[in-house]
Nanobody
C-alpha cells in the first residue's frame, strides 16, 4: 500500500523560503512518478512540479525559477525547495505518486494522473 506523508509547511513572510518533504512508502514500481500539487481556498488543485517516470523534471509556470523538486531514493523521500515565496503561493501542498509510466512535461501535471496522495501540509505566505 502506498503511503505519503508531507511535512515542512509553515508561515513565512514574502521573499522567504521553505522546504517541504514527503516520505514515501510502498511505491516500489520502477516507473514511479512523483509530484507536488497545491490547493488554495476556493480554488482547484493545481500542479506545482513533477518528476516523470524517466526522471524528467517539469514545473508549472508560476513557480519556475523559484521552486525546485528533488528526490532521494535512498531515503524514499521527495522534496520541494521553495524560494522567493509570494502571498499567492499560500495553499495546502500535497505530495502525489503514480506507479505506472508517466512521461512528458508540465502538460501531464494534473491530479487525475496521480492515484496516491498525502494528507497535505499548509504553507502561508504573508506580505
Amino acid at each position: 500500500q502506498v503511503q505519503l506523508v508531507e511535512s515542512g509547511g509553515g508561515s513565512v513572510q514574502a521573499g522567504g523560503s521553505l522546504t517541504l518533504s514527503c516520505t514515501v512508502s510502498g511505491a516500489n514500481s520502477r516507473y514511479t512518478a512523483m509530484a507536488w500539487f497545491r490547493q488554495a481556498p476556493g480554488k482547484e488543485r493545481e500542479g506545482v512540479a513533477m518528476i516523470a517516470s524517466d526522471g524528467h523534471i517539469s514545473y508549472a509556470d508560476p513557480v519556475k525559477g523559484r521552486f525546485t523538486i528533488s528526490q532521494d531514493n535512498a531515503k524514499n523521500s521527495l522534496y520541494l525547495q521553495m524560494n522567493k515565496l509570494k502571498p499567492e503561493d499560500t495553499a495546502m501542498y500535497y505530495c502525489a505518486a503514480r506507479l505506472g509510466r508517466l512521461y512528458g512535461g508540465a502538460g501531464y501535471l494534473y491530479p487525475a494522473n496521480f492515484p496516491y496522495w498525502g494528507q497535505g501540509t499548509q504553507v502561508t505566505v504573508s506580505s
